[in-house]
């Protein structure tokens, strides 16, 4: 099978996958318990009557059958409905909210990366030596740490104690015009919080991986012919040991999203994570029912261009 | 150390350095105050006002005919005096002289009459706050419209209200209302759109002018506003998910004021220097509602339906303590389902025949009681009882207290268990759910109006629904002697009579026990103290926020001029140079760039 017949099958897969996993949202947002207008109508002044007119005018009234049917086309026509409480298209709402995602997602990723890799790497260099013991210390210390935690811990160290960053938000309260190093400031709590958080998965899947292959022959081949150890790691044994780590990659863009969820909360970034917490417990189905969509779709194909990747990057890989 | 990387470590130290020093110089600039809005949920603005009248942002843009004093007492706000005729069915209004819109459009009586027409026919959350003056018309979303010549305006200073019937709590609903702009909203169908915040107008102290999803909401001073223009040129609603970084915000100066702090913090923050603290009550009661069905929804017996196990359940809890330890001082004991501080048209409603705290605490009645009721203990405990309770609504301070509760319930062999939901399964279980529950105790709370009304109508009368799914009487308390009262209430105009109608519930109420009223919410608030002219006290009680601040107070509020340092004053910091930080920074980077490559070439060569 050549690889546009392999696209075109995980395409397809991909697709039924996600109408899998839109139809689980739908269902599993409904089965919980408390609905939109638990909150909506949580004002007890709201007579009876003013109930059903709120329900009717945000489409709640309808049965859920017909609710989903709507769903589904709004998915595949794009619209994805308008917002409980924002009054505003859900597509538009949470347009508002990428570039504060990307913001904090995308030199996450890249430092996460980087800074794995460089750890994994020096790791392995000499197994079970005191740097290798403290780098995978450092890494399963971080890890096993709860996100929001881990936020409030930086938070005071180094809003309240030292004084050097913010206590939160994407910009200064009173910034009127865009300044990168204001925005900078306020990156560096939130993304050092899901970089420590999410390094030990990479530094120690590296680390495992580039041991394996600094035993193989050809590696003892380089050594034999005199190249430093720098050449060896980074110019022969890096690029086969990083293999796993594309894999991690696809995965890796769900934990983000998770980790960014809380982390959000805590730093008050308002990106999608945010906006997820804030939708999920007010249950306004339209804009949690289209990040979920999207969420899934990420992931998803994300998984299949990680795969797609790898076929690239290994030439043993086909695909059948 | 090699030379380059001696150069490389420095151009990193320079760079760290100017980033951090950034941070120790309080990115603000002058006349601006920061509100952190912590617990109050933020997102709940679609700045419609017709939708959710998020308290904050009505009360700062748009103003009431009528305002309360910090006693909780009214006074004039747009109206500069008002009439009611002896037959309750004319109110008349007179607004201020000169009064104008942030645009410099004058406010008239036209704007009132176009207020009152929106609301009732576009706003499906408010229309029935005022149906003496409405008809039925399926045209509109609310299926009312004003009715013609309900609201008549003979000049622009003057608005009359014809009322079809007497009500008494028109006045308060009426005249506690925001008045909108008419020149603004006429045409606009808010079923459908949102105000454009770069045009709005307001009548206000501040004017809303720029709203970031989850992040800020601004104002402007308004310089038309009828009290002065305001001192400060900004108030700025900076929004946090969580109150601990708020709270570390308002200790390192990027936010200058905040509300509704967690009890247990306030030592904490009282211990900052250059912060003042302080306690004002505001306006919202919290009590356990008991089920008072026979039986649960599981079809178990409910202990709790009996009279002399809530009263014995009362008995078994010493609030003081209670409220001391989870609270650290910052409540006021509840006895009366009417809260202290509202005063009805300048009269009080409390009961002060109802003893504080409601039911002595003494264990021993208690268990006699439960023996007497039949609930003997048998295997070492009488009967178990669940309560449930919104998770972080009552914070950590509130967990605390049920915790306390259940030890003090286990000495009389009463097994409680908490349930804790979050906010919206919660809501469903105590309110929405159909009755009977499948609870036997629930941790509510209820934000109080200037008409007493409100507590009466929907704690404990089973009119209109109240007790049915969505009822706001979860506990199904069904008195029809209580409602009666509560129906004469709402039609007595006279405000002595009305008032002991109040007071006559109050005390049938503490009788029955459908509710065991634990406390009146204290707020605990902190300002930096370079801001001064914050007056607490119940400053508007139809908008929940500011329920322990005089809101129009703010319009005062100015920034203290430091002419000397102490350790406990802090100064107006001069605003960060980005731009130089920005230049070390490059220049910081370039050099350790040349460097390093300064260096490979050095390598090569040798």
């Known amino acids: 099978m050549g690889l546009g017949s392999y696209i075109g099958r995980r395409l397809t897969i991909a697709v039924g996958l996600i109408f899998v996993v839109a139809t689980l949202n739908f269902a599993i947002l409904h089965i919980a318990p408390g609905g939109p207008e638990a909150v909506l109508l949580q004002n ?97 210390f971080f890890y096993s740490m709860p996100a929001f935690w881990l936020g409030f811990v930086l938070l005071t160290i180094f809003a309240l104690f030292f004084r050097v960053l913010p206590a939160g938000g994407m910009t200064s309260v009173t910034a009127t015009t865009f300044n990168f190093f204001d925005y900078a400031r306020h990156l560096v709590l939130p993304m050092m919080t899901l970089t ?57 863009v769900g934990f983000i999203l998770q980790g960014a969820m809380l982390t959000e909360t805590v730093f008050s970034w308002p990106g999608l994570g945010l906006l997820t917490f804030d939708s999920i417990f ?22 299949l261009i990680t795969d797609i990747i790898y076929g690239f990057l290994d030439p043993r890989i086909t695909y059948d | 150390m090699k030379g380059k990387k001696k150069i490389v470590l420095a151009c990193c130290f320079l760079a760290l350095t100017a980033l951090g020093m950034s941070g120790l110089t309080a990115a603000q600039q002058p006349n601006v105050l920061v509100v952190a809005l912590a ?87 408010w229309y029935y706050q005022w149906t003496p003056i409405q008809v039925a018309d399926s045209k509109t979303i609310t299926g ?69 999803p989850g992040d800020r909401l601004v104002y402007d001073a308004n310089p038309n506003y009828y009290g002065g223009k305001p001192a400060l040129d900004q108030i700025i609603f900076k929004f946090y998910r969580d109150s601990t970084a708020a709270e570390v915000a308002l ?65 078994s809890l010493d609030l003081s303590n209670i409220l001391n330890a989870s609270l650290g001082g910052n409540y006021k004991q509840a006895n009366q389902i009417q809260v202290p501080n509202m005063y009805y048209l300048g009269k009080s409603v409390t009961n002060s025949s109802i003893p504080l705290p409601e039911y002595p605490y003494d264990t021993a009645a208690a268990a006699k009681l439960l023996d007497d009721a039949g609930y003997p203990v048998k295997d070492g405990k009488r009967f178990s009882l669940t309560l449930v309770m919104r998770l972080g609504r009552w914070g950590t301070a509130g967990y605390k207290m049920m915790q306390l509760v259940q030890s003090m319930l286990k000495v009389v062999k009463i097994d409680l268990q908490l349930i804790l939901m979050e906010t919206t399964s919660a809501m469903q279980s105590i309110y929405r759910a159909a009755p009977p529950k499948d609870w036997n105790m629930a941790l509510a709370s209820i934000s109080s109006s200037p008409d007493p009304d409100v507590n009466a109508y929907f704690m404990v009368s089973s009119l209109a629904g109240n007790i049915g799914p969505g009822g706001f009487n979860a506990g199904g308390y069904d008195n029809a002697f209580v409602n009666q009262l509560v129906i004469l209430g709402q039609n007595t105009t006279d405000v002595d009579k009305r008032v002991a109608v109040y007071q006559r519930i109050s005390g049938i109420v503490h009788q029955d026990l459908p509710v065991l009223e634990l406390y009146y919410q204290t707020e605990v608030i902190a300002w930096n103290k370079k801001y001064q002219g914050f007056i607490l006290g119940l400053g508007n009680p139809m908008h929940d926020y500011w329920g322990a601040l005089k809101y129009q107070s703010l319009s005062q509020v100015s920034i203290v001029q430091e002419t000397t340092t102490t350790s406990e004053t802090t100064t107006t ?26 260096g490979r070439r050095t390598k090569k060569a040798t």
């Open chain 2, 251 to 315: 200790q390192t100066g990027e936010v200058n004021y905040m509300q509704d702090i967690p009890p247990q913090d306030a030592t904490t923050l009282r211990n900052v220097p250059g912060l003042q603290v302080a306690n004002e009550q505001n306006q919202i009661n919290i009590f356990i509602v008991f089920n008072l069905y026979p039986k649960l929804a599981d079809g178990s017996a409910n202990p709790v339906s009996n009279l002399n196990v809530r009263k014995a359940i009362a008995m």
């Open chain 1, 196 to 252: 420590l958080i999410n390094v030990a998965n990479f530094a120690l899947l590296v680390r495992s991986s580039m041991i394996e292959v600094l035993d193989q022959n050809y590696i003892v081949t380089a050594r034999g012919k005199g190249l430093t150890e720098q050449m060896i790691l980074y110019r022969h044994a890096l690029r086969n040991g990083l293999l796993p780590t594309v894999t991690m990659i696809g995965l890796f």
């Open chain 2, 39 to 125: 617990t109050v949920q933020p997102e709940m603005t679609d700045l419609n006002p017709t939708k959710m009248l998020t308290s904050y942002y009505t009360a700062l843009a748009y103003l009431n005919l009528i305002g309360w004093d910090k006693d909780g007492k009214v006074e004039p706000a747009l109206a500069q005096s008002w009439n009611i005729s002896p037959d309750g069915l004319t109110y008349t209004f007179t607004l201020r002289d000169g009064l104008k819109w942030s645009d410099g459009q004058p406010i008239t009586s036209e704007d009132v009459a176009f207020t009152f027409k929106v609301f009732t026919e576009q706003s499906e959350f």
């Open chain 1, 44 to 140: 007890p002044r709201i007579t009876p009557q003013a109930r059903v007119l709120i329900l009717k005018s945000f489409g709640l009234d309808k049965p859920l059958h017909e609710q989903y049917l709507l769903y589904l086309k709004g998915l595949l026509t794009g619209n994805w409905g308008t917002s409980y409480f924002y009054l505003q298209p859900s597509f538009d709402v949470i347009a508002q909210r990428i570039p504060a995602t990307l913001l904090l997602m995308i030199p996450t990723l890249l430092l996460t990366i980087s800074l794995g890799v460089l750890l994994g790497v020096f790791s392995s260099r000499k197994p079970f030596s005191l740097l290798d013991r403290a780098i995978s210390s450092f890494a399963f």
């Open chain 1, 282 to 303: 007010r249950r306004d189905y339209p804009i949690v029912l289209s990040l979920l969509f999207i969420f899934s779709t990420m992931i998803i194909l994300s998984n």
């Open chain 2, 573 to 598: 910091a001069a605003p960060t140079d980005y731009t130089t930080i920005s230049v070390v920074v490059v220049l910081a980077v370039v050099v350790a760039v040349l460097a390093y490559f300064m």
């Open chain 2, 144 to 212: 009312f419209a004003l009715r013609d010549g309900a609201i008549t305006t003979p000049d622009p200073k003057t608005v009359i209200f014809h009322l079809t019937a007497p009500s008494a709590t028109f006045f308060i609903y009426a005249a506690g209302w925001c008045i909108l702009p008419k020149h603004y909203y006429e045409g606009m169908d808010l079923t459908k759109q949102n105000p454009d915040l770069s045009t709005i107008v307001a009548s206000g102290p501040f004017v809303p002018r720029q709203y970031i």
